[in-house]
């Protein structure tokens, strides 16, 4: 199995939740102190993210606190089909903590992550660059942290974690539950995030976030999300996607787009 790209991942951080009820992880070292699920957020709210599930530990003897001394590592296969490789990588790669398929997408590898700063031996993988993996992502339609999902503003549906096992429609209640499990019944989301790229000439200072997507007439199909160079992510109307798509920039002049739909949607989504 060759991997495309072994890249270290920087916008991360790690919290360890340790729990009185059963473990969230396969047997690894990790699990010889406590029973313990391991939670992969955007560093640029931990803080936040701390403070909020402290809320919920109710009066259980939960605690949560982060592990610093965590390393995350993206690992991207050059054919998505290769996930079941990780059996070769976890028995190559002995200083491995935690190796496990990303649960997103199979088009996004593994994730991997080991305690100390070296680099990791992967056979016949190379080290690349995060802005290799952040792009990677962006073409796959794959969102990632609050730049690209807002607090407040990114809905789940729209973001499309429904395919990305990241929302629940058996076990309840969470905030919100009852407006995302009535609009995935009803199966009308007439918004999405779609990966788009930048036709022409990219601004220097890029394309603003939020910036109106629009049609040749002029009219508004969505906002771009968040990208990186002449790829990112844009929530537009699916009815719209079709037809000639444009930004206006800063400089009074326009930036055409074309949108894909990421073969590994589901059928009913595409």
């Not at 593994?110 to 070296?118: K, M, N, Q, Y």
Request: proline share 9%; charged share 25%.
């Amino acid at each position: 199995m060759d991997c495309s790209l072994f890249t270290r991942h920087l916008v991360e951080d790690i919290l360890v939740l340790p729990s009185l009820g059963g473990c969230g992880l396969p047997e690894h070292e990790l699990a010889e102190q406590a029973p313990a699920f391991l939670l992969e957020c955007d560093s640029a709210v931990l803080g936040a993210l701390e403070t909020h599930l402290a809320l919920y530990r109710i009066r259980r003897k939960v605690v949560v606190e982060p592990c610093p001394e965590l390393r995350v590592w993206a690992l991207l296969p050059d054919c998505p089909e290769e996930v079941c490789g990780a059996a070769l990588l976890r028995e190559r790669t002995d200083r491995t903590s935690v190796l496990t398929p990303d649960p997103r997408t199979a088009r996004m590898g593994w994730r991997l992550l080991i305690r100390d700063e070296g680099l990791v031996p992967v056979p016949r993988g190379r080290l690349g660059d995060p802005r290799d993996y952040h792009r990677h992502r962006y073409q796959q339609g794959v969102p990632e942290g609050v730049r690209d999902l807002p607090p407040g503003v990114a809905l789940p549906l729209e973001s499309n974690l429904a395919f990305m096992n990241g929302v629940s429609f058996s076990k309840g209640c969470y905030i919100g539950q009852e407006l995302t499990a009535r609009t995935h019944h009803m199966g009308v989301i007439r918004k999405r995030l779609f990966p788009v790229q930048l036709l022409g000439p990219v601004p220097e200072d890029g394309i603003a976030l939020g910036a109106p997507v629009l049609t040749e007439s002029g009219q508004a199909a969505g906002k771009y999300r968040a990208g990186q160079g002449d790829v990112g992510l844009a929530l537009l109307r699916a009815e719209k996607i079709k037809g000639p798509l444009h930004i206006r920039t800063s400089n009074s002049g326009q930036v055409a787009l074309t949108v894909s739909v990421p073969d590994w949607w589901p059928t009913v989504a595409k």
